[in-house]
């Protein structure tokens, strides 16, 4: 069989190396990533995606983001088409900053195409959930108020035009500083979640919602499409919702010292900018509510997906192209 051409876009500076990447996939123990031959470590998890960073030349200096959802290549063609969009409307559009980025496709051992997206890598420290840390509560305050403002701008391109509506996920783990002088000194952000392309035209969205349920647990898949596909896809267009989220997860990562000041700082903020029916003040209690309740059900999903797993490989014998993480503090 004659592989099919593969797609890429090289990010400025930068040059894929598809053999060496082509290698890594085909080495890759997707059971356990940490044993493949490669010197790779797992950066991060998403829902349908895993972020590895290689640590050999050339590789180094470069986040690779492996999504294994596609079953054709004109699937990844269209999602790749909507990732350049995306980002372009991120930074031309709305005025964000975001890493160099490209991507490029290579194939598993049974032929599926896998979408590598492709980020130049921040400083772990510069991290927003990290660089945070060290601060006094007064310094952190400012910079989640211009986290805040870089939001506004998202929400403010939506209004003042009627063809696109642009979606984002503001929780601190998509920030990162990129101004060392500190919180006093002009501080920028670079947002870093780019690769979920979600946004709508003329009110049609544009990522196929399908793609969420892909590396569900397949005894779930039509109770996930029948009661929360349509949340998720709409949560973060909604600013309250992003604004809650963005908040209740300070608990999870260990900074919920926090919470009042970005309750402070998100009061005047969901004035201006959420609906009618969405402007109630937040309160400690329901964020409180909020983190537990999104913490059971990923924990849970997380069980249901190593089940799925442990079916795919143990009693249907075939293949499970998604890599899971292990035990997730929440």
């Not at 998509?174 to 003329?202: E, I």
């Not at 400690?284 to 799925?308: G, K, N, P, V």
């Amino acid at each position: 069989m004659t592989e099919p051409k593969w797609i890429r876009r090289d990010p400025p500076g930068w040059d894929v190396p598809h053999d060496l990447l082509q290698a890594f996939e085909g080495g890759l123990d997707t059971a356990s990533p940490e044993r493949s031959g490669s010197r790779a470590r797992v950066l991060g998890y998403g829902e349908i995606s895993t972020v590895f960073e290689i640590d050999q030349d050339p590789f180094r200096g470069w986040a690779m983001k492996r999504m294994s959802v596609f079953t054709t290549l004109d699937e990844v063609m269209r999602y790749a088409e909507r990732y350049e969009e995306y980002n372009r409307l991120l930074t031309g559009s709305i005025g964000l900053n975001v890493p160099d980025h490209g991507y490029a496709t290579v194939w598993s051992r049974s032929r599926r195409p896998i979408l590598y997206l492709v980020q130049r890598k921040v400083a772990s420290d510069a991290i927003a959930t990290r660089a945070f840390r060290p601060l006094a509560v007064s310094e952190a305050q400012v910079c989640l108020r211009r986290i805040l403002t870089e939001l506004q701008k998202v929400w403010e391109f939506n209004l003042r035009q009627t063809r696109f509506r642009v979606a984002i996920d503001g929780q601190l783990s998509n920030w990162a500083l990129v101004d060392p002088g500190g919180p006093d000194s002009g501080t920028g952000f670079l947002y870093l979640d780019t690769s979920t392309p979600l946004y709508r035209v003329d009110e049609v969205e544009q990522l196929d919602p399908e793609l969420f349920l892909r590396s569900a647990p397949s005894f779930l898949v039509w109770i996930l499409r029948l009661l929360f596909l349509k949340e998720v896809m709409e949560r973060y267009y909604r600013p309250r919702r992003i604004l809650l989220d963005l908040i209740a997860n300070l608990y999870k990562e260990g900074l919920e010292s926090l919470i009042p000041a970005a309750l402070a700082e998100a009061e005047p903020v969901l004035v201006r900018w959420a609906g009618e029916d969405e402007r109630r003040p937040f309160r400690e209690q329901e964020i409180r509510a909020y983190y537990r309740q999104d913490a059971f059900i990923w924990t849970l999903f997380l069980s249901m997906r190593r089940f799925d797993r442990f079916l795919h490989r143990r009693v249907y014998r075939r293949e499970y192209p998604y890599i899971l993480p292990g035990v997730i503090r929440r």
